[in-house]
């Protein structure tokens, strides 16, 4: 088959979003364009919206974010390709992420509400990068946990050599996580990637692996101890540490003569921001983070159906604004401090349940284009994105995206009742190896979980769907309910 070509859809966007000059940055996460504009006002949003290849435009976290789905990544490709080689030299150098990180995302907001929307900015821009890979490497583990049940035979031994050679694989995405998420953060904020990898690579390095797990003491100062942490799988403590590299980078660039600059920024760099985070930042927030983890996965655990409930209700709201950007970074500290988390239990039916809703239009409709549409979203919604479902097909038609709440309410009501727990990163029907517990393979209460609650959001969703929330003579609405940030309309 030839390969589809995206450079006239690429041209569209640029001219729509008001032309190369008003582009500070672009960045993409799984299905989204996400630009930093000058000017978003010049931007023509309902244009947008009608052209074939967009599926929505949403205005978020101080970015102008046009939504593709799935080909969102060749999209990407043809747009940078358009903006021209020094474009492009600017986004590998980091240098266009500086203007995004410190533009005021949206002027005549307060101050608050800027600041918010930059720190979604700069998670998002960390985390965007390493999903895919730790959403993979969730899945091997799973299979590897499957593979050992007892039930089914103990197919692998998890001492052999096979199953620790893989399990190495999969291990190495969250082992070596800081380095991953400094070096994008890095990229984003507009620092030295490679300076900033180094400093992941301090923290992970065996001998303070070693010390943080054993709690070493450094040195004591009136009696308070600072000690060494284990950083592997952290995420917070490498993005400060990115953007502290960025900082202290820059002002030594000012104050060090130029033949000074190649071999003693980055050893200054390295020497201060790594000391820095080892002493002081690193230990108050991957703290503050494990402590907000391990906090929210006890509420919902302790909570049971109504925290699932709630919860199943609501959180693809938030998906909508692409607030949930802020919920990923918690989910990964909690798996990766207890190796498990009940609200990623609870989150992955609410992707199952937006499927199972926009699967029902696809079979029930008799519009060749909803159908294909609704097919192609329901197979991504099932492997775990929502966003094409969402803004393609269940926004548009307001009561699909109810009938898709109503389900993962029910999902969520199950999965919290049976206190079930997710052991991996990947959800919806794909990542339902995520279910098994490695550390317990002959537990199999959190699958059952996964089948009853993933049964139940499919049923709910497809006959709410069906009988009440689509049929062909609805009237598609041009755009989604609401696109405001909400912390903004409460300012």
């Known amino acids: 088959m030839a390969k589809k070509d995206y450079t006239a859809l690429a041209k569209t ?4 979003v008001g032309g190369p000059s008003n582009i500070n940055n672009l960045i993409h996460c799984i299905t989204r364009l996400r630009f930093y504009l000058k000017d978003e006002s010049i931007a023509k949003d309902s244009v947008l919206k009608q052209t074939d290849g967009v599926i929505d435009v949403i205005k978020a976290s101080g970015q102008y974010q046009v939504v593709i789905g799935n080909e969102v990544t060749n999209v990407y490709d043809a747009v940078v390709q358009e903006l021209g080689p020094e474009f492009a030299k600017k986004l590998d150098n980091g240098a266009a992420g500086e203007t995004a990180a410190t533009a005021t995302p949206e002027q005549g907001g307060n101050r608050f509400v800027s600041g918010i929307n930059k720190l979604i ?3 998002t821009g960390s985390m965007t990068p390493v999903i895919g890979v730790i959403a993979a490497s969730g899945i091997i ?3 590897l946990a499957l593979l050992t049940l007892p ?8 001492k052999s050599t096979l199953y620790l050679t893989i399990s190495a694989m999969a291990d190495s995405a969250f082992f070596f996580l800081p380095i991953m998420v400094g070096f994008a953060a890095a990229r984003y904020l507009g620092g030295d990637p490679i300076v900033t990898a180094v400093i992941g690579g301090v923290l992970t390095y065996p001998q303070i692996v070693t010390w943080g797990k054993a709690f070493k003491t450094m040195f004591s100062i009136g009696g308070f101890q600072f000690q060494f942490l284990n950083y592997t799988y952290s995420i917070f403590p490498m993005i400060l540490a990115a953007w502290l590299a960025k900082k202290f980078g820059n002002w030594l660039k000012q104050v060090l003569p130029s033949y000074l600059q190649m071999i003693f920024n980055p050893l200054l760099t390295i020497l201060v921001v790594s000391a820095i985070t080892l002493l002081i930042t690193g230990p108050v927030i991957q703290g503050a983070a494990n402590g907000i983890a391990d906090f929210i ?4 655990q302790a909570s049971g159906w109504l925290g699932g409930l709630v919860i199943g209700a609501f959180y693809q709201v938030l998906v909508i604004f692409g607030l949930h950007w802020g919920v990923v970074p918690l989910v990964a500290q909690q798996i990766s401090g207890s190796g498990e988390s009940a609200l990623n239990a609870i989150i992955s039916g609410t992707m199952v349940s937006q499927g199972a809703a926009v699967l029902a239009v696809a079979i029930k409709s008799r519009k060749s284009q909803l159908k294909e549409l ?4 329901a197979i991504s919604a099932f492997c775990g994105v929502t966003e094409p479902a969402i803004y393609g097909v269940n926004l548009r038609y307001r009561r699909v995206f109810v009938s898709g709440l109503i389900g993962s309410a029910v999902s969520g009501f199950i999965t919290g009742l049976m206190q079930g727990n997710m052991f991996g990163f990947t959800g919806s029907l794909i990542g339902f190896s995520s279910f098994f517990n490695p550390k317990n393979p002959g537990d199999l209460n959190s699958f059952y979980a996964f089948l009853l609650s993933s049964l139940a959001a499919i049923v709910v969703s497809f006959l709410v769907t069906w009988f009440w929330g689509y049929n062909d003579q609805m009237v598609k609405g041009e755009k989604v309910a609401k696109k405001q940030n909400p912390a903004k309309a409460k300012a």
């Not at 039930?151 to 998890?158: K, R």
């Not at 996965?297 to 919902?300: E, Q, T």
């Open 13 to 16: 966007i640029i001219k729509d």
């Open 121 to 123: 900015g700069v998670i």
């Open 141 to 143: 583990k799973g299979i």
């Open 151 to 158: 039930q089914l035979g103990a197919l692998l031994d998890a």
């Open 297 to 300: 996965n006890w509420l919902v």
């Open 374 to 377: 609704g097919f192609a979203a």
